[in-house]
């Protein structure tokens, strides 16, 4: 597994934006999806948004469709740009890669808070 590591939480009004990052030092020959999912307090994972690392085919959970934008860089960073945030976005982001056909993951990072409140 790949130790990733995310970037740029905070704290943000709603109506606001921000973005965060994932640094992936290490994209193996078998990670076809790089995701956001996130996880709210008290409750379990959500998937977020992820993107097909050759194709770069996106995918979004509808409650954040026209909202967030999922992209990557030629150096593997990972960027999830989120603007009109809501209370609702508030959780923990992880960043993950997952294999073909999201069968097996091949990297965690440990995560970075988002906190929409004003």
């Known amino acids: 597994q790949v130790q990733l590591v995310e970037s740029g939480g905070g704290l943000v009004q709603p109506g606001g934006s921000l973005r965060i990052s994932c640094a992936n030092p290490g994209v193996t020959f078998s990670t076809y999806y790089m995701t956001w999912v996130r996880q709210a307090p008290g409750e379990g994972l959500e998937f977020v948004s992820s993107?097909?690392?050759?194709?770069?085919?996106t995918y979004y959970t509808d409650s954040v469709k026209g909202r967030f934008t999922i992209a990557r860089d030629n150096a593997n960073t990972l960027y999830l740009q989120m603007k009109d945030l809501k209370p609702e976005d508030t959780g923990l982001y992880y960043c993950a890669s997952f294999g073909f056909e999201f069968r097996y993951s091949t990297g965690w990072g440990q995560g970075t808070q988002v906190t929409v409140s004003s």
């Open positions: 993107i097909h690392v050759n194709l770069g085919t």
